[in-house]
Each structure stands twice: as structure tokens, then as C-alpha cells.
T-cell receptor, first 116, second 112 residues
């Protein structure tokens, strides 16, 4: 099956620093990649949708200048949390989607971000 | 805007019981519906994906049904085991297939 990786799996940083999370589709080319955020004991909330070579589309309430998304190739998307604060601490999960067929999203294992 | 609701939010059963998890969605114009499992602190494991034209899908002890007209899906787990303890998430794809909306999840505990 389709495999999506994320790096790093866990990151702890100081308030005010920036953190980059990578999402890679390992065995397929993803037309679209998605970024989700999950707070403790809550479900996944879509943050943004990105297509290769295009600007990301952000969901309402998600600051595009704070959460920078780059989708430079069909197998790699990055999420950069700029000037991170403790309230940004969360579980960030990406998914990748083929542009045809079932349109199933394949999920990465997630990145646990803790901002001190 | 699509809303997905899962009932119950939490469920505790003794080992061996058959159980049903419920999922409802407000917009019946969906492309697919998918059930996931999430263990604490981990990512998502896909269990079953049902296309909008299908009524059910089966994998081992799991059976998922879909009734688009009523906006409902169920996940049936047969002969539950302690290893089934996890949070189960239901998610609906919009009609274009480019957005996935998750329910709040059902936290399942299967006691030995």
C-alpha cells in the first residue's frame, strides 16, 4: 500500500523558534497533500490543502503566515511553524492523495510538537 | 458545511462481545467514507473505505456499512479483543473527494 512518512516524529522547541515538519509520499506521487492538527482528546482538524507548485489553501482560522506550507515536489510537502508558542503544541499529521481513482488519503505517522 | 458525529464518545465492553460504533454525517453528497483506528499517541490506521456506491465493506472481524440517504455509517466489530482497544474515527470525503471531515471518535476499551 501507499506509504507516507513524516519527520521528525517528535520535536521539543523553545518559544519563539521555528520548526519544520516534512511529509513524504514514499512510493507514489501525490497530487495533493493535506495538513491536520489534533489537540489532546480531540479529533483531526484540517489546517490546509496544498497542491504541488501552488500556494496552499488554508482553512478558516489558520494563520497562513504562521503555518508556512511548501509543496515543492509531488513527493514532499513541508509545514513550518514560525515563532512557535506553547499553544501551538499539538500533534500534526499529514496525508497524501493521488489525483485519480478512489482519491483515498494516505496518512503519515504524525509529529508531536511541544513548545516550551 | 459537513459535520460528522460519532456516538458513543466512549464505550467499554467485556472481551468477546460484538459491538457497533455509529457515525452520522449531515451532507449525504459524499465521495467515500472511511473508518480509522488510532492508538494513543500514534497516527491513523485505515480500517475500511467504503465508496459512495457501496453498501458495506468487510475485513476480518470488521464490517462497515454505509447508508448515504440517511447519512449513517456503522462499524461492526465481532468477537472483540483487548487489542481492539483504541479510538475509532469515522471520516467523510466531500463530493469532489478533495476534503475529509472527521468525527470526534469513539474511544473503545475492551476488558479482558
Amino acid at each position: 500500500g501507499a506509504v507516507v512518512s513524516q519527520h521528525p516524529s517528535r520535536v521539543i522547541c523553545k518559544s519563539g523558534t521555528s520548526v519544520k515538519i516534512e511529509c513524504r509520499s514514499l512510493d507514489f506521487q501525490a497530487t495533493t497533500m493535506f495538513w491536520y492538527r489534533q489537540f489532546p482528546k480531540q479529533s483531526l482538524m484540517l489546517m490546509a490543502t496544498s497542491n504541488e507548485g501552488s500556494k496552499a489553501t488554508y482553512e478558516q482560522g489558520v494563520e497562513k503566515d504562521k503555518f508556512l506550507i511548501n509543496h515543492a515536489s509531488l513527493t514532499l510537502s513541508t509545514l513550518t511553524v514560525t515563532s512557535a508558542h506553547p499553544e501551538d503544541s499539538s500533534f500534526y499529521i499529514c496525508s497524501a492523495q493521488l489525483g485519480q481513482g478512489l482519491l483515498e488519503q494516505f496518512f503519515g505517522p504524525g509529529t508531536r510538537l511541544t513548545v516550551l | 458545511k459537513q459535520e460528522v458525529t460519532q456516538i458513543p464518545a466512549a464505550l467499554s465492553v467485556p472481551e468477546g462481545e460484538n459491538l457497533v460504533l455509529n457515525c452520522s454525517f449531515t451532507d449525504s453528497a459524499i465521495y467515500n467514507l472511511q473508518w480509522f483506528r488510532q492508538d494513543p499517541g500514534k497516527g491513523l490506521t485505515s480500517l475500511l473505505l467504503i465508496q459512495s456506491s457501496q453498501r458495506e465493506q468487510t475485513s476480518g472481524r470488521l464490517n462497515a456499512s454505509l447508508d448515504k440517504s440517511s447519512g449513517r455509517s456503522t462499524l461492526y466489530i465481532a468477537a472483540s479483543q483487548p487489542g481492539d482497544s483504541a479510538t475509532y474515527l469515522c471520516a467523510a470525503y466531500n463530493n469532489a473527494g478533495n476534503m475529509l471531515t472527521f468525527g470526534g471518535g469513539t474511544r473503545l476499551m475492551v476488558k479482558p
